[in-house]
């Protein structure tokens, strides 16, 4: 497969995610010390000029989503992104 998704995520997450992620093949994960409760995920889609904020209000329950589609913000996003990643 040539498809690969970099993704950052806490570390209390990394059990859970690592049984769900391995299987699929594609993912990279990166994981950060934990952010006491942050509670959403940031999903940026740069063929898409699109950001996706999911705020959840349990683990797997998405409540809202706050979507942007403008391509400066979404490069600022990669560009945040791309400093976690090297951390």
Known sequence: QDLKIKAIAYA????D?????QKEGIYNVQ??????GNPSGIHIYP??????NI???T???P???????DSDLVQGYLNLFQGLWKN
């Open 31 to 36: 994981y950060l010390s934990d952010a006491p």
């Open 59 to 61: 683990e797997t329950k």
């Open 17 to 21: 995610l690592e049984a769900i992620l």
């Open 55 to 57: 705020i959840y209000s």
């Open 47 to 52: 063929e898409l000029d699109t950001v996706l």
């Open 12 to 15: 209390s997450q990394k059990d």
């Open 63 to 69: 409540v809202v989503a706050i979507k942007i589609v």
